[in-house]
């Protein structure tokens, strides 16, 4: 626990919106700004073409990993689930990606392998390491066995312990579902004690038993983690409208992010409405889908659409490039995951615009699918 001086200390968000129309005259205006000496990397840009709520972010290429959205977020990050395999695997992917320039990293005791990216943190982090962790902004989620109002802070502790961290950016209810506190959590090897059974992507067979939780129990507990300096910033994920509205009912600490899967497929028009006039950063998931040899059968592969495919050969870029500027574009945080560090390269490299015309193709394409959709929880709403 930081003291009241040491949490005084924390780093504090720094955002300029820059808003204007996307029109030649507000684009030659705001290469201006960006050029500037000291001017910010936050840049929101409103596109009535799309939406009246819609944010459009324009970026440079010096500028590209810097660019931030509400609550001095960063809008470029690096996903750390990786199917309960290979955590060393991923923690040298950690690793590799902060030696490429990525500065926001999305975790979960969930993945069920903090303790291995923490090794790299404290590495990274501390004395002769040459990182500075008040320039990173670092992202962990609460299970759904720890949604009783005495569970939250010892786990938000014990993951600052296994990612060898003073304090998190921010704390996120991983899903709006609760499970019994001795409920699977995400081990590698997982144990059966529940009263239903579920498979987790690989196959592997888990048990929880679903448990009765009020959100605000929940929450109220999540505030007192930000009064204690445990985290900056709270937030949720996998929310739906519904469940926002009532969270804003008794909330005293709004949540700062809604993370959801968000992409072509799944554009979730209305929750990022929502979130957009209510001051909640949408961050999403599963922005490239799923390849061939991952997708359950009969789910389509995303990066082989041919609207995508058509866009990124115009406009001589990747498919995962459209997939993920289409994320940007619209002021939603996005997560791409690789062990590869060129396409680690190349998932940074947005300083590229799509076209209206683009947009409401790649908006059109929306199949309402899930990539992520487990059987364990129903989503409110498919939008």
Known sequence: QLSPPEQQRLPQPHCLPVAMALTSTSASLLRRAIAAPGAAAC?????????????????NSSLANELKGKHGIPLIGFGTFNGWADPEGIAN???????????????ASFYDNEAEIGKVFGKAFGSGGGYDRSEYHIVSKLPQGSHLGEDVRPRLEKTLRDLQLDYLDNYL??????????????????????????????????????????????????????DAGLTRHIGVSNWSVSQLKEMLSFARIKPS???????PYQ?????????DANDIQVTTYSNLGRGPQLKPEGDPVLLEDPVILSIAQELDKTPAQIALRFAIQQGFGIFP?????????SNLQ?????????????????????????????FEDNL
């Open 43 to 59: 840049l929101r840009l409103r596109n009535s073409n799309l939406s009246s709520r819609r944010t459009a972010v324009r970026a």
């Open 173 to 226: 209810i991983h899903w709006p579902a609760a499970w019994t506190p001795d409920s699977y959590a995400g081990e590698t090897v997982p144990v059966s004690k529940g009263t239903h059974k579920s498979n987790r992507d690989d196959g592997v067979e888990f048990e929880f038993t679903p448990l009765d939780v009020p959100h605000e129990e929940t929450w109220r507990a999540m505030e007192a983690c930000v």
């Open 267 to 275: 554009t979730q028009r209305e929750v990022t409405a929502f979130c």
């Open 93 to 107: 992917a950690v690793q590799m990606a902060m030696e490429v320039g990525y500065k926001h990293f999305d975790c």
């Open 257 to 263: 992010v809604n993370e959801i899967e968000l992409h």
């Open 337 to 345: 995951k690789s062990m590869n560090r060129g396409r680690m390269t």
């Open 350 to 378: 947005l300083n590229f615009e799509l076209k209206d015309e683009h947009m409401e193709q790649l908006l059109a394409l929306n199949r309402n699918v899930r990539f992520v959709n487990p059987d364990w929880y129903s």
